[in-house]
């Protein structure tokens, strides 16, 4: 089964505590996953619909910059915590040694070539790529960005996503529905420059699928029976992710036992087989329960 990585090259209010201590690593429940504008219902990032503003308020942009300042590849990410970024590790592990030529854009909505400015993007101090990431197979898709300045969390346009480990959350379930979004493909030819690419953020809600379910095996086993838990499933029929997905957040909606809804961060987009342009087939995300050790521990690192 060959694996298609989603990185895209570039041519061209509530009253809830939303602050937390800087002895914590990840924001608690009460001050991430805030949205103050609730996502709408949608179809699909292929030909769907653009999420309403600032409704991810986690989701940034990611790209990747040649030492000229000319746009290379762009990604989406999501930030865990003001300094912290997380996303693919196919979409820097070429620039792990380049950080600062990596650059993160939060509270983007609209998008456009005018959008790919260097100086205008947060650059990143330190790259934190697993240690035993396979591009071939897009095992441990993971990596850790550590910016040089913070991102300014407004709760409007910026704010952190919930980290399971700081929630306590139990694993995804399955048929459980997740969320993605992203500025990535939205139809034509998926691996192709021609592809048409959204102006807005788009989202899409699907369904999480077990890695036994027969066509997520495919994809997140090897020789068809060794399993990857560091990969996991969503799928919605006719429903995907594509190209400029890549590293963008699969989130779920959860509810606090004293009824306060927050949104919660389980997987990172990694790959797709043909964005279900020809075939509804699953798509492949990092699982970030499961490689949460190697994330906390890149956090520790550069706090």
């Known amino acids: 089964m060959k694996f298609i990585s989603v990185v895209l090259t570039v041519f061209l209010a509530v009253s809830i505590n ?11 429940v009460g001050s991430c996953g805030i949205t103050n504008i609730e996502p709408k219902e949608s179809t699909r990032i292929v030909n769907g619909i653009a999420a309403t503003p600032h409704s991810f308020p986690w989701q940034c942009l990611l790209v990747g910059f040649f030492t000229n300042g000319t746009a290379k590849h762009y990604c989406g990410c999501s930030i865990i915590s003001p300094r912290h970024i997380l996303t693919a590790a196919h979409c820097v592990v070429d620039m792990k040694n380049d950080p600062d030529n990596v ?7 609209y998008f456009s070539a005018s959008t790919l ?11 934190f790529v697993h240690g035993s990431y396979a591009a071939s197979s897009l095992n441990n898709d993971v990596a850790v960005l550590r910016l040089k300045t913070a991102v300014q969390i407004d709760y409007e346009k910026t704010a952190p996503i919930c980290y399971p480990l700081a929630t306590n959350a139990d694993a ?6 997740v969320i993605a979004t992203g500025w990535g493909s939205m139809s034509g030819s998926p691996n192709r420059t021609s592809a048409h ?26 020789l068809g ?5 560091a990969k996991m499933c969503a799928y919605g029929e006719w429903k995907s992710v594509c190209f400029g997905d890549s590293g963008g957040p699969l989130i779920r909606k959860r509810t606090t036992n004293g009824g306060q ?32 050790k190697f994330i906390t521990d890149s956090v520790k690192k550069s706090p």
């Open 18 to 28: 939303k602050s937390f201590g800087q002895d914590e690593l990840f924001p608690p």
């Open 103 to 109: 650059r993160i854009y939060p509270g983007l909505h």
């Open 117 to 127: 400015i260097k100086d205008n993007g947060l650059p990143c101090r330190e790259i």
């Open 172 to 177: 995804v379930k399955v048929n459980e529905e």
């Open 197 to 222: 690419r959204p102006t807005e953020l788009m989202q899409v809600r699907l369904k999480h699928v077990p890695n036994s379910q027969t066509d997520c095996k495919k994809l997140t086993s090897i």
């Open 225 to 229: 029976f060794i399993d990857q838990p």
């Open 261 to 292: 809804t927050y949104y919660e961060q389980v997987g990172i987009m990694s790959g797709t087989i043909d964005c279900s342009f020809t075939k509804p087939m699953p798509d492949i995300y990092a699982n970030v329960r499961y490689l949460s």
